[in-house]
Nanobody, 121 residues
Framework: VQLQASGGGLVQTGGSLRLSCAATGRSFSIYSMAWFRQAPGKEREFAASIEFLSRVGDSTNYADSVKGRFTISRDNAKNTVTLQMNSLKPDDTAIYYC????????????WGQGTLVTVSS
């Protein structure tokens, strides 16, 4: 599985950005994808995830810090997961990484290269 993240950039406080993560290779083996982020001088933290549940609909999960502002979704046809980020704050400044989980309940074992999001005050 290969992951390619894109969509980062510079935005003012209150603005919006959309990040995309395209999966190639054995993308059919993916159970879940997620976005994590790492701010300068801090550890990587979870932001949002989407679990692929074809029978009952996907299940999403968000960190409290982004809940209500970020939305994660996927496009099956394009093997792409998108993170729509609204009402951005300077605290959202970080490198955003997408990850994929190929063992249900296991760790995110594939990672994209990261994309930088900078929110100016």
């Amino acid at each position: 599985v290969q992951l390619q993240a894109s969509g980062g950039g510079l935005v003012q406080t209150g603005g919006s950005l959309r990040l995309s993560c395209a999966a190639t290779g054995r993308s059919f083996s993916i159970y879940s994808m997620a976005w994590f982020r790492q701010a300068p001088g801090k550890e990587r933290e979870f932001a949002a995830s989407i679990e692929f549940l074809s029978r009952v609909g996907d299940s999403t999960n968000y960190a409290d810090s982004v809940k209500g502002r970020f939305t994660i979704s996927r496009d099956n046809a394009k093997n792409t997961v998108t993170l729509q980020m609204n009402s951005l704050k300077p605290d959202d400044t970080a490198i955003y990484y997408c990850g994929a989980q190929t063992v249900r309940g296991g760790p995110y074992n594939y990672w994209g290269q990261g994309t930088l999001v900078t929110v100016s005050s």
